[in-house]
């Protein structure tokens, strides 16, 4: 199993990254993923997430609005569009694996090594 994030960098407050995931090894058309991030010297949060299908999704209520998860499973690619940038954002960025199809229950069984994401002016 693989997941590589990408798409990170250095943004001013109010902008716009988009973030990418690339899968491998697994189907990836077969499970719900998740973007969640940590901030320097803080725990995990979880930021979004989307069914097998790209059907439903959901938002933490920080981002709601403003973020937008999004899947090609033609690609094996997740992706994570943020809008509007925040200086208090600034994180890295990891896409998660559901062991599951659907996001009624959040769960992880694997991890990408994630993306670097800074919003400073």
């Known amino acids: 199993l693989q997941l590589v994030e990408s798409g990170g960098g250095l943004v001013q407050p109010g902008g716009s990254l988009r973030l990418s995931c690339a899968a491998s090894?697994?189907?990836?058309?077969?499970?719900?993923m998740s973007w969640v991030r940590q901030a320097p010297g803080k725990g995990l949060e979880w930021v979004s997430c989307i069914d097998s299908g790209g059907r439903e999704t959901n938002y933490g209520h920080t981002v709601k609005g403003r973020f937008t998860i999004s899947r090609d499973n033609a690609k094996n690619t997740l992706y994570l569009q943020m809008d509007s940038l925040k200086p208090g954002e600034t994180a890295v960025y990891y896409c998660?694996?559901?062991?599951?199809?659907?996001?009624?229950?959040?769960?992880?069984?694997?991890w990408g090594q994630g993306t670097q994401v800074g919003v400073s002016s």
């Open positions: 090894g697994f189907t990836f058309s077969s499970y719900a």
């Open positions: 998660a694996k559901d062991p599951d199809d659907g996001i009624g229950v959040l769960e992880y069984d694997f």
